[in-house]
């Protein structure tokens, strides 16, 4: 009956759980659901993390906190920072952090993008984010599941999709270490338009990396050494 109610409402808002990277994340309409394709810029991320060594990483516009929780779950010397502009969002991460046992390696910061962020001594090794790359034209076509559920905050990239991006690539130099990378989650059709933000923008390396659809889904930038 309560399926029926609200057929439209996905699932994992229902149940309050959606798995990532094979661990059980907490979800809320605070935040985006978690899905498989963000799991390319995770596995490109923990090619660039150490095992062995302790690395700074900032996870931007962290919303569930899938990305930083899981880099910190499978490198037990990294120290994330998961940034959100949205509190509720926060909360989600903090409770995720909690369950899944990596919350004293771990802290949270209320910031729009790089406002509020300090980088530590020296910068962070790796600057991750999901940000909202849809075009605001394009929501009205989305899924009812998702347009009417999910938060458009997390969705709305701006007349091109590229706003939250622009705004990452310019801000990430400051914070990062030279040397230092930053990936970024895209849509279809970004990837060209992406990797030359990065480039203008002095990062060297740039590059896109495919999902398991063969779509470019993340770019990858370097700060010169």
Request: glycine share 10%; proline share 6%.
């Amino acid at each position: 009956l309560v399926q029926r109610r609200r057929k439209h409402e996905p699932v994992a808002y229902l149940t309050g759980t959606r798995e990532f990277w094979g661990r059980p994340f907490h979800v809320s309409a605070a935040v985006l659901i978690p899905r498989p394709d963000s799991e390319t810029l995770v596995e490109r991320a923990l090619e660039l993390l150490p095992k062995e060594e302790a690395q700074q990483v900032l996870d931007v516009g962290t919303g569930s906190g899938c990305l930083g929780i899981t880099l910190a779950a499978e490198r037990p010397l990294a120290q994330v920072t998961l940034v959100d502009i949205s509190e509720d969002a926060l909360r989600v991460a903090q409770q995720n952090a909690e369950r899944l046992g990596v919350s004293e390696r771990l802290s949270t910061l209320h910031s729009d993008l790089f406002a509020a962020v300090t980088a530590p001594a020296g910068g962070f090794d790796l600057i991750v984010s999901n940000p909202p790359y849809i075009p605001t034209g394009d929501l009205a076509g989305l899924m009812p599941d998702v347009i009417q559920h999910e938060p458009r905050l997390a969705l709305d990239g701006g007349q091109d999709g590229l706003d939250c991006v622009r705004a990452l690539v310019t801000g990430a130099r400051q914070q990062l270490r030279a040397g230092g990378a930053l990936l970024i989650e895209i849509g279809i059709g970004q990837a060209d338009a992406c990797v030359a933000l990065l480039t203008a923008a002095g990062f060297t390396d740039a590059c896109a990396h495919k999902d398991l659809g063969r779509i470019p889904r993340v770019v990858e930038g370097r700060k010169p050494a």
